[in-house]
């Protein structure tokens, strides 16, 4: 079990800023692919951000490239996802993840360990 614990969501304006941390726990947390997974209302969860545990290589969705930055502190078992420029469109809840590999890291439903979930709300 790698149990992962989000913060930092809230309620911003359009165009603000919002850090999103989630604390990992385990000794092999450098070994996980982590990511940022969100749902917004009416549709399914879909990957955001993505970073390997091996290279350290990002992902971005389309959606979020040159506004959001994904980093990890394995010294500190976590990882976070800074969001720049935020629009309406980004308010969902947001989901740290962890996966044991690399493969169907765009497959929400392949990964492994889930956190509880955090609001982000962007009014416009």
């Known amino acids: 079990q790698v149990p992962l614990v989000e913060s930092g969501g809230g309620l911003v304006q359009t165009g603000g800023s919002l850090r999103l941390s989630c604390a990992a726990s385990g000794r092999t947390f450098s070994t996980y692919t982590m990511g940022w997974f969100r749902r917004i209302p009416g549709k399914e969860r879909e990957f955001v951000a993505i970073?390997?545990?091996?290279?350290?290589?990002?992902n971005y969705h389309d959606a979020v490239k040159g506004r959001f930055t994904i980093f990890r502190d394995n010294a500190k078992n976590t990882v976070s996802l800074q969001m720049n420029s935020l629009k309406p469109e980004d308010t969902a809840v947001y989901f740290c993840a962890a996966k044991k590999d690399f493969r169907d890291i765009y497959d929400y439903t392949r990964w492994d360990y889930w956190g509880q979930g955090t609001q982000v709300t962007i009014s416009s």
């Open positions: 970073i390997s545990g091996t290279t350290d290589t990002p």
